[in-house]
């Protein structure tokens, strides 16, 4: 298959534009000089991988120019970055990595580094560090799913030591199921390696307004949140900060919260032309901001655990005008674009209706369900899932798809 036609199923099931391009932008525009080492390379406007559309374009800017977002994105990344480097781990795992220059920050300082998101994302950004660093041994890219223990597990031959896991930007994306799946997989890999895994996603949404009001003052804050769009409802239990701890101890981690104000540098980038008192209070804002650091409880570590299955394959034939499919393994983020592959070159103007075969299918996610709407959008009422089994089934109650997807009986 051509590679514009690969890179474009990759972003069709997992769309990472807005998302990973922002914060990379943001910190170049700051004037970061690796973040602007790594835009020149990305060149995104003009990447031949480029499939952006207008609509994205204008959803990028529009997200840069939220008051706080700057703001944000540069606290978590100095601070982040400070921590990883104060706790003295030799061995950091970045999911997802997006396009940040962090890696290049953390090989120079001979910290091993393995940069790990869609397989969109690794395309691009992969030979782009490539082309600043050279062939560095302290720095590699790999296309992971966090759902997909495997996947992640293939990157860490070379690890020895302790290990430092973090996730910026990935929690809040995540069905419950999903979720539960990364929580097994981060104790697997702390349980082989010991180390820590550290998170501010459940932070963000708080702290973006605390630094909003605090930069804006009271009144500008509050005409600013009306003109914004209501958040989303959390799509999983850890971002309700209320019951997040108990979760996290029922997974079988220990939890430390420490406030991002204790890794704040003397000087933020974007704070640089606010009145003395004013960055005073802004940095106050930030301080609501917490790292959750998660180690395994000593008590839960086990060497036992069930390997699921990772393979997959999709058979796909033509009975007159429908589409018969039989699916096995896991239909994730890394193999989601395979089946969107099948089932375009399968589909015609003459189809008119797809039937899944999913006794075989062990796990399904947001980006196998993404798949399932792309069919539904071609053949309204007419894509249906047979031999379902309980798991796969408790996933599709849990987003819906079980009211659409199966004949009424």
């Given at each position: 298959m051509e590679e514009q036609t690969v890179y474009s199923l990759r972003h069709e099931v997992n769309p990472v534009f807005?998302?990973?391009?922002?914060?990379?932008?943001?910190?170049?525009?700051?004037?970061?000089?690796?973040?602007?080492?790594?835009?020149?390379?990305?060149?995104?406007?003009?990447?031949k991988n480029s499939t952006a559309t207008t609509d994205e374009v204008d959803?990028?800017?529009?997200?840069?120019?939220?008051?706080?977002?700057?703001?944000?994105?540069?606290?978590?990344?100095?601070?982040?970055?400070?921590?990883?480097e104060n706790l003295g781990y030799r061995f950091v795992l970045d999911i997802p990595c997006g396009y940040t220059s962090r890696g290049l920050k953390l090989?120079?300082?001979?910290?091993?580094?393995?940069?790990?998101?869609?397989p969109a994302v690794i395309d691009a950004v992969k030979p782009a560090a490539k082309g600043i660093i050279g062939g560095s041994g302290s720095i590699s890219y790999h296309e992971v799913d966090a759902t997909n223990y495997d996947s992640i597990r293939r990157c860490l031959d070379d690890v020895r030591g302790g290990l430092l896991i973090t996730t910026e930007g990935l929690l809040m994306y995540m069905t419950q199921s999903e979720l539960e799946e990364i929580?097994?997989?981060?104790?697997?890999?702390?349980?082989?390696?010991?180390?820590?895994?550290?998170?501010?996603?459940?932070?963000?949404?708080?702290?973006q307004q605390a630094i909003m009001a605090a930069s804006m003052g009271e009144e500008a804050y509050k005409e600013a949140v009306c003109n914004l769009p209501d958040p989303?409802?959390?799509?999983?239990?850890?971002?309700?900060?209320?019951?997040?701890?108990?979760f996290i101890d029922r997974m079988g981690f220990e939890l430390e919260r420490v406030s991002?104000?204790?890794?704040?540098?003397?000087?933020?980038?974007?704070?640089?032309?606010?009145?003395?008192?004013?960055?005073?209070?802004?940095?106050?804002?930030?301080?609501?901001?917490?790292?959750?650091?998660?180690?395994?409880?000593?008590?839960?570590?086990?060497?036992?655990?069930?390997?699921?299955?990772?393979?997959?394959?999709?058979?796909?034939?033509?009975?007159?005008?429908?589409?018969?499919?039989?699916?096995?393994?896991?239909?994730?983020t890394i193999t989601s674009p395979d089946l969107l592959s099948v089932?375009?070159?399968?589909?015609?103007?003459?189809?008119?209706t797809v039937r899944m075969d999913m006794k075989d299918v062990s796990y399904i996610s947001s980006a196998g369900l993404r798949v399932l709407?792309?069919?539904?959008?071609?053949?309204?009422?007419?894509?249906?899932?047979?031999?379902?089994?309980?798991?796969?089934?408790?996933?599709?109650?849990?987003?819906?798809?079980?009211?659409?997807?199966?004949?009424?009986?």
């Open positions: 807005t998302t990973a391009q922002s914060c990379v932008r943001v910190m170049a525009g700051l004037g970061d000089e690796d973040s602007g080492l790594l835009v020149d390379r990305l060149d995104f406007d003009a990447n959803l990028l800017n529009k997200v840069k120019s939220i008051p706080g977002f700057a703001e944000t994105i540069e606290a978590r990344f100095e601070c982040s970055n400070k921590l990883i090989a120079r300082k001979d910290i091993r580094y393995y940069g790990c998101d869609l929580f097994v997989n981060m104790k697997r890999l702390l349980t082989e390696f010991g180390g820590v895994w550290i998170t501010t996603d459940n932070m963000i949404i708080s702290s989303p409802p959390p799509l999983n239990l850890f971002l309700d900060v209320d019951k997040a701890p108990e991002i104000g204790e890794y704040m540098p003397d000087e933020l980038l974007t704070l640089k032309d606010l009145p003395e008192d004013k960055k005073r209070e802004v940095k106050k804002a930030m301080g609501v901001m917490e790292f959750w650091m998660m180690k395994v409880k000593p008590d839960s570590v086990s060497g036992s655990y069930t390997r699921r299955a990772t393979n997959f394959s999709a058979d796909c034939k033509r009975e007159n005008d429908r589409l018969l499919f039989r699916l096995s393994g896991r239909i994730d089932y375009r070159e399968a589909d015609d103007k003459s189809i008119r709407m792309i069919m539904l959008g071609d053949h309204p009422d007419n894509v249906k899932l047979d031999n379902v089994n309980e798991d796969i089934m408790e996933i599709l109650r849990t987003t819906g798809f079980d009211s659409i997807l199966f004949d009424e009986e």
